[in-house]
């Protein structure tokens, strides 16, 4: 039998014996192929009513009632909590709040503080999505630090006594490689250094063990593989040994110990709630809230392990079906080594892009060459895979971007 | 004829005159009085319909699209220009996002690096807003800068040399004292110092003439007399000649001059983006421009003519209605020292709003002893006020906040 034959035959098989295909269903899809959940997840299906709920009744009926009788003054620790399981962390060290930038201020000047006299240097992965390194350059400045871009793997050499935090990835946002967080936050404090970790392209997408391997501060958003829909507030994680002498830049009215006291003088909270500033977005974190529940009786490591089948079946049917030499995986080949995308560079990708979303095959363009394409174990699957490599070969024979 | 009846019937007049009483068909409202729209502004009634039309079509259709094809990345500009007419900017000075406090520290950082070297001192409004204080305390331990609280009345006479940045309220959020601002900026810019203002409880209620008075830096909230929806995104203004230098703290992707570049190097954009951070939280952002449509045809001059009718009349309620010496107000008599509030100092006052609230009129509770009542002229008439004056004092006669 042909080669696309064989393939579609096998991502059958692999649909068949998925053990997750049933989660589709919580997802509102249609009969393209998404692979932009890693930019923004789809939707769950039961929240457009409970969005409708929260504006109607909570903020239409209830009004100010809400802040209390509907839950929203705790929301953000609440959800914090139902996001903690997930990236493996024990209750009571996450808030939900801002954006992803923001909290990564908080983190970095917290982490300086954290680090104590002496130390006045911030390292960052000089492979970063570019607002975590320009946070950090303001972080920097803020704290009288100097700062210094690295490449992940040169961090265990050259963090030292000087170095105050290391902001790193878990996962690259462009090249979808995954970071030893374990070995790397091993390396970050034998150099007696707070390690701050963004954890964007992971969670929800591979177990990250934030208390197993001793992390002390981490960031994150959920519009990816958390679903929690466009600009959904992102997380700030501190772990609880470092809770009290967390100090953060943004001490807002809502991480006050007594936030109704309407006191003067600031007292931050006790716990992860001294990450919280400002009045939070209930509509959109509650929309959040209410896509968590897609995590129902899921566990992270079926997701780690399906996603890992989903983007070595790719690799695999991008390998048979691609013409050689027309595309290069940035992707690394070793499971270890890999989140839950893949890249492929390629020349005139943007227009490349272009025509695949036309032909209904959804990732993304990243300047200046390369095609991501994000797996979401929850909704994605191998049927989908060879789809989509089959519609990118095909597109790449007839010109690629060429019109 | 009674007192009660009275002055039941000049509310009837006083509704029948009102140009503005037609708006409140464009709220959700109860059979109460809904005094609280200056904690949490009433739910405009077509808001519902176009926060599904996000959620449902622009996120579960479109998805990944809607950050170009539904408008979603340009949310905060075009946002921030249909607040700006409300607060008496011209278009291209105002961004929306983040939450107050997160805007605060990003124009009071700002205001300490517009106003260079030489100049250590940030004043702040002793009388604020506990988050105000909070904030500003960060921003001048970031900054290197001294911290100096003072009653705004004490500010012409305090500034000088040292001061860098000044944060004043609009209107005191207890009292509801609504404070001089073209003669207070004048006096900050007398001084050589940036003009910080906080306008979360005058914007939507009342004229505040960001250009006119040549105030530097405000910040606001959008979901009191805004009518945004609860913890609906905050909005900060930057004067037009000031956008080239201004430096935020927060120099998030969203801000950059080529966003999507993806530029290891931080590189502003030009105009009010400056003030952008992370990427928007799209669901709390599309609740807010739906709402800001209830504006539409409604001039702020109105609005403010009618918020001084409805507190007068309040005032002349209580004071007819409720046992003399029970209640003092601390909102000033005169118009140009008011907001659109009445704060009554009153023993036991927590309880007695509780009753209150119990017969449908629904304040809230500022510690220790005030009973805060706020009248949005888009949606209270002048027979909601009577109603409650006259509850009040029923309640209040009866034993106050005694079961």
């Not at 390396?187 to 007696?192: I, M, P, S």
């Not at 392209?201 to 990250?208: I, Y």
């Not at 990816?224 to 959904?232: A, D, F, T, V």
Request: with cysteine; glycine share 12%; charged share 20%.
């Amino acid at each position: 039998m042909s080669e696309t034959t064989e393939l579609a035959f096998k991502a059958r098989e692999l649909d068949a014996g998925d053990e997750l295909a049933g989660l589709r269903s919580r997802f509102v899809l249609d009969d393209g192929v998404y692979l932009d959940g890693n930019s923004l997840g789809a939707l769950p299906a039961h929240v457009p009513d409970r969005v409708q709920d929260v504006v109607r009744r909570q903020w239409g009926e209830l009004r100010i009632r809400s802040w209390e009788e509907s839950g929203w003054w705790t929301a953000p620790e609440r959800i914090g909590d139902r996001i903690a399981p997930l990236v493996g962390a024990a209750a009571g060290q996450i808030v939900v709040g801002d954006s992803t930038s923001v909290n990564v201020l908080k983190a970095l000047v917290g982490a300086v503080r954290l680090a104590g006299a002496g130390r006045d240097e911030i390292v960052v992965d000089a492979t970063t999505f570019p607002t975590d390194g320009y946070i950090a350059e303001s972080a920097a400045r803020l704290t009288g630090c100097a700062l210094r871009p690295l490449a992940p793997a040169e961090v265990p050499g050259a963090v030292g006594g000087r170095t105050a935090a290391v902001l790193l990835n878990h996962v690259d946002y462009r090249t979808g490689r995954l970071h030893d967080l374990p070995g790397l936050t091993a390396a970050v404090h034998a150099a007696g250094a707070v390690a701050v970790w963004d954890l964007c392209h992971s969670a929800g997408a591979l177990p990250v063990g934030l208390d197993e391997h001793g992390v002390d501060l981490a960031v994150g958003c959920t519009y990816k593989y958390l679903n929690g829909g466009p600009g959904s507030p992102a997380y700030l994680y501190v772990r609880r040994e470092l809770q009290d002498r967390f100090d953060s830049p943004l001490p807002g009215w809502n991480s006050h110990a007594e936030p109704f006291g309407m006191r003067p003088d600031y007292a931050p909270a006790q716990g992860a709630l001294r990450g919280r500033v400002g009045t939070p977005d209930i509509l959109s974190m509650l929309a959040l809230e209410a896509a968590l529940e897609v995590w129902d009786g899921v566990s992270v490591e079926a997701v780690r392990a399906k996603s890992l089948a989903l983007t070595d079946f790719f690799l695999e049917c991008v390998a048979r079906y691609v013409p050689a030499g027309t595309v290069q995986s940035l992707t690394p080949v070793a499971h270890e080594e890999r989140g839950s995308q893949v890249a492929l560079r390629c020349p005139d990708a943007g227009a490349v892009m272009e025509r695949l979303i036309a032909q209904g095959i959804v990732g993304d363009f990243r300047r200046p060459d390369v095609l991501r394409f994000g797996f979401t174990p929850l909704y994605v699957g191998f049927a989908d895979v060879e789809r989509a490599a089959e519609v990118l070969a095909r597109t790449l024979r007839a010109g690629g971007g060429d019109a």
